[in-house]
């Protein structure tokens, strides 16, 4: 077993600056299990753990030392070693990990796999520090790993957005605009009005992304940023803000004024802009958190039936992804950094999804 363990770290103060982080593994003690972080998915999303890490306390679920933080990622991890009599090693996890190579958590076995109990993790939503075995996910399809560590955790997110205001009948609204469009998670969105059946989505993207959200064949209508003024909805609308960019919400705002009846808060893939403030007119701009609305869900629907809903729809939404998402692998250190980088820069197209490991090539499975 190896004894250091090397992580991809992001400065607190500046989201520019990075380094990789070696540290000693300090032998399990009781009730612990350590985990192999096989394989992690990259996407805007991380950048949005990065600008929201104080605001949700994303920096605290993988805690190191002080101005630093380690972005959790959805991925794959193996167990290697394990100081708890219910878990065993070998057994194969999906869930949230730092971008690291091995990650050692307390367990609490549950349903599904197990739960990390450290005192750090306490006041996270039970989602995010949960780890699902293959053997009793049912939503694991080994052909689709990648997929699912770019996918599923954003399409969950998409698909009880996209719940949330069914279940509040769209505010009386009809037409849902999505900024930032091109993003997977207003992808998910997207692909989830469309399945229901709801009214009108409307797409906004950059120019150089229209002609790749047009081709989704999800929206009612795509338009860029600089056509924002040009919108004519049908009927009243909503606002599912991906962007981040407070200014852009600003713009939707003044243009529509009494048409739009909610403004939901998502992403930060513009992580430069200022985000939105209450002072605009219309509704107030409202932050959705997801476990939330799962957790409502839960209650009314039940586990089981929850559970099933989720799975047929993330199948539907995995199996549709082929036609528009190309996955790409990376492994080690300089790759993880270039990616992420990338990804801060808006450099990385729509249509790629990036799966990395900081394991080495000939030590990784990626």
Not at 138 to 148: F, G, N
């Amino acid at each position: 077993m190896t004894e250091s363990n090397l992580s991809f770290e992001v400065g607190r103060d500046d989201f520019a600056v990075t380094r990789t982080h070696a540290e000693p593994l300090a032998p399990l003690v009781d009730g612990q299990v350590r985990f192999r972080v096989d394989r992690f998915a990259l996407t805007a999303n991380n950048v949005s753990y990065v600008v929201a890490g104080d605001l949700l306390d994303y920096w605290g679920f993988f805690p190191t030392e002080a101005g630093w933080g380690r972005v959790p990622a959805m991925g794959w991890a193996d167990v290697v070693e394990s100081r708890h009599g219910e878990v065993e090693v070998g057994g194969r996890y999906f869930g949230w990990f730092p971008m690291s190579q091995y990650l050692t958590v307390d367990a609490k076995p549950s349903t599904s796999g197990f739960v990390d109990q450290a005192e750090h993790r306490a006041e996270h939503a039970p989602i995010y520090r949960t780890f699902t075995a293959t053997d009793r996910d049912p939503l694991y399809d080994r052909k689709y790993e990648d997929e699912h560590a770019l996918l599923r955790g954003l399409f969950l997110t998409a698909y009880l957005a996209e719940d949330f205001f069914f279940s509040h009948d769209f505010f009386g609204a009809r037409t849902s605009i999505v900024l930032s469009a091109s993003s997977k998670t207003a992808i998910g969105f997207a692909a989830q009005a469309h399945a229901r059946g709801n009214g009108p989505v409307v797409g906004v993207t950059s120019a150089g992304n229209v002609g790749f959200v047009e081709g989704l064949g999800l929206y009612h209508q795509v338009v860029s940023y600089e056509q924002l003024e040009e919108l004519a909805p049908e009927g009243d609308a909503l606002l599912v803000d991906m962007s981040g960019n407070g200014e852009i919400v600003r713009r939707v705002h003044e243009h529509l004024e009494s048409k739009l009846k909610y403004t939901m808060l998502i992403g930060a893939s513009h992580w430069q802009a200022d985000r939105a403030s209450a002072d605009v007119p219309g509704p107030k701009p409202t932050f959705f958190f997801a476990p939330t609305q799962a957790g409502l869900r839960m209650k009314e629907w039940g586990p089981a039936v929850y559970a099933q809903r989720v799975a047929t729809a993330l199948a539907r939404f995995v199996e549709g992804s082929g036609s528009w998402l190309s996955i790409e692998r990376e492994t080690g250190a300089p790759a993880v950094e270039s990616i992420y980088r990338r990804l801060l820069e808006g450099k990385i197209s729509p249509r790629v999804g990036k799966i990395a490991s900081l394991h080495e090539a000939s030590d990784s499975a990626v």
